[in-house]
Nanobody, 123 residues
Framework: QVQLVESGGGLVQAGGSLRLSCAASLRTFRRYGMGWFRQAPGKEREFLAAISWNGGNTYYADSVQGRFTISREYAKNTVYLQMNSLKPEDTAVYYC????????????????WGQGTQVTVSS
């Protein structure tokens, strides 16, 4: 059974930083492309960032480019999302996802999802 467990969410002031973690129970973690998404109340789930199976490629949505960084640590089967210069509009539930494809940016391309972690940015 595949599990993705996010952690690191919380309440932060505007301009602050948070680092989200996603621990994956995937036996072949290094073969999966990984991504981060978020969903704000009343809005559709939004793609944020993706990292390829080998870590050699990353891709970001325009809304977070230059502020967020995705990375992965194979020894811990974990993917991270470093979030800097946070804004109130970043408030959402953040999800990590795993794809059997090497590198994918759209929601439909992901096979497994975590339960989400809440990030709240106060003004």
């Amino acid at each position: 059974q595949v599990q993705l467990v996010e952690s690191g969410g919380g309440l932060v002031q505007a301009g602050g930083s948070l680092r989200l973690s996603c621990a994956a129970s995937l036996r072949t973690f290094r073969r999966y492309g990984m991504g981060w998404f978020r969903q704000a109340p009343g809005k559709e789930r939004e793609f944020l960032a993706a990292i390829s199976w080998n870590g050699g490629n990353t891709y970001y949505a325009d809304s977070v480019q230059g502020r967020f960084t995705i990375s992965r640590e194979y020894a811990k089967n974990t993917v991270y999302l470093q979030m800097n210069s946070l804004k109130p509009e970043d408030t959402a539930v953040y999800y990590c996802a795993a794809s059997a494809q090497a590198f994918v940016f759209n929601e439909a391309g992901y096979d497994y999802w975590g339960q989400g972690t809440q990030v709240t940015v106060s003004s």
